[in-house]
Every structure is written in structure tokens, then in C-alpha cells.
């Protein structure tokens, strides 16, 4: 089956808006079940596969997505290009609501997470180079496209992932920060090294919902708030992806 695309969509994200001649597929994965169907069909002229990496209602939390299966999923079914879109954080000064980043570093801070497939007995034991997390020509092709679409983008940045559900203290954040951290999320990782396990090419799309708890003049963070950025954002996602269909 040849797919010329995957997404993986975050919060706010559960379907892909102007996907055309959907079809459903449930993969068997020797990880048990992804987060749920693999949806695909026909958009900007190409094949498209998309998973709702928190399920389509939003019924998973960041620590309990499957992201062995989910990946194992798309793998199977014939993907190649894999793009996470991620609700987060701002932490730098000029990644603030709405912005749209192309991170190009990841730190991890999640525990108690299946972080490899080596975790089966049997398997083969990869010592993979992670010192680029993300694919370069696939993160300089994003870039590319949305510039295409007349859609401002920051280059890179780095990406730290927290545990979550919760949001994280201002001390959490300024610890982060002085790591060298620019965003904050919760579902980074341990996505973006099991797509490198299965050889697949992987880029993020960090959608920031809200700057990070100290980062910004809010008193405190309104979940409402956050939605309504959320969703600006995400409205240019399919945008964006369509240029780089397209190109």
C-alpha cells in the first residue's frame, strides 16, 4: 500500500479536514491496539494516512497513548514520511500563542514510557544515532511548504517533553529553560525515537497553544484560552500540508 504522507494529530486535531475517499483500517500491532482506526484517503492530490494520537474523542492521556503501536501501525500499513502535529508550549519569547514551530532538538523528561522496540524479548537491540531527533530534509521541506503557503513558521527550537497530564510549575519551566528548552509538550517523545527505530522519516509541527507557566503576562493558564489558540493554529495545518504534497 503506498502512502505518500502520514500525520499524527495532537490535541485539537482528531480529523483531517478535506480528506477525501476515506477509508478506515485497524491494525493488528504486536503492541496491542493504536490509539484507534488509521484513517486514509485522497488529499492535494496524494495518499494520506491519519491517526488521532489521543484517540478521536480525546480519551487518552499523554503518558498512556500506545505510541509503539501507533507507529508500528502506520509502518505496516506503508508509511514512509511521518508528521507529528503538537499542541505546546511557548517557552522563548517569540514562540507565544498561535506561532507555529518546526523544533529541530528534543529533551526528554517522560518516565515509565515504552520508549524502544527493543523491549520485546527476541527483538534486535539498535543503538540508534539520535543526535538529530528529526529528519532534516523532511523538517527543511515543511519549512519550505509553508512558505509556500504564506504561513510564518519558526526554524527550529528545542523541544522539551514532560510527563504530563498536568501542566508544569513555573519552577519546572524555568528549570527547562535553563536547559535550553523553547517549548514545553507531552507527546514528543517517545514518538519521534520509534520513528527512527523503524527508519522512518519524522518531522513535528509544534503548534503553541499558550506560553509556558512564568513564560508569559498571563496570571495563570485558562484552559479555554489555550483551546481557542490551539485551534487557530491547527486551521493552518492542512495548509501547510497540502504545499508540501504538492510540491
Known amino acids: 500500500m503506498s502512502i505518500d504522507l502520514a500525520v499524527i494529530g495532537g490535541s485539537g486535531l482528531y480529523n483531517f479536514p478535506g480528506l477525501e475517499n476515506a477509508s478506515r483500517h485497524t491494525v493488528d500491532t504486536p503492541f496491542g491496539p493504536a490509539s484507534g482506526d488509521v484513517v486514509m484517503g485522497d488529499f492535494a492530490g496524494r495518499k494520506l494516512a491519519f491517526l488521532a494520537r489521543h484517540g478521536e474523542s480525546h480519551t487518552l492521556p499523554p503518558h498512556r497513548v500506545n505510541y509503539r503501536a501507533n507507529l508500528w501501525a502506520l509502518h505496516s500499513l506503508g508509511a514512509r514520511?511521518?508528521?507529528?502535529?503538537?499542541?505546546?508550549?511557548?517557552?522563548?519569547?517569540?514562540?507565544?500563542?498561535?506561532?507555529?514551530?518546526?523544533?529541530?532538538?528534543?529533551?526528554?523528561?517522560?518516565?515509565?514510557?515504552?520508549?524502544?522496540?527493543?523491549?520485546?524479548?527476541?527483538?534486535?537491540?539498535?543503538?540508534?544515532?539520535?543526535?538529530?531527533?528529526?529528519?532534516?530534509?523532511?523538517?527543511?521541506?515543511?519549512?519550505?511548504?509553508?512558505?509556500?503557503?504564506?504561513?510564518?513558521?519558526?526554524?527550529?527550537?528545542?523541544?522539551?517533553?514532560?510527563?504530563?497530564?498536568?501542566?508544569?510549575?513555573?519552577?519546572?519551566?524555568?528549570?527547562?529553560?535553563?536547559?535550553?528548552?523553547d517549548l514545553v509538550g507531552m507527546t514528543g517523545m517517545p514518538e519521534a525515537v520509534l520513528a527512527r527505530e523503524l527508519d522512518l522519516e519524522y518531522a513535528c509541527l509544534a503548534l503553541v497553544a499558550n506560553f509556558a507557566a512564568g513564560c508569559g503576562d498571563e496570571a495563570e493558564i485558562s484552559i479555554e484560552e489555550i483551546f481557542a489558540h490551539l485551534a487557530a493554529a491547527t486551521a493552518e495545518v492542512p495548509r501547510i500540508l497540502g504545499a508540501l504534497l504538492k510540491s
Not at 506561532?99 to 529533551?107: F, L, T
Not at 519550505?144 to 523541544?159: P, R
Open 81 to 181: 514520511r511521518v508528521i507529528g502535529v503538537n499542541a505546546v508550549g511557548g517557552i522563548r519569547a517569540d514562540m507565544g500563542p498561535r506561532v507555529i514551530v518546526v523544533p529541530d532538538q528534543v529533551i526528554d523528561y517522560t518516565y515509565d514510557r515504552y520508549t524502544s522496540f527493543c523491549d520485546v524479548e527476541g527483538a534486535e537491540v539498535r543503538h540508534i544515532d539520535f543526535s538529530e531527533p528529526y529528519t532534516e530534509s523532511l523538517r527543511r521541506a515543511l519549512i519550505a511548504a509553508a512558505s509556500k503557503a504564506d504561513i510564518a513558521v519558526i526554524d527550529g527550537g528545542c523541544y522539551g517533553a514532560t510527563q504530563g497530564p498536568r501542566l508544569e510549575t513555573r519552577a519546572e519551566i524555568a528549570r527547562m529553560k535553563r536547559d535550553g528548552c
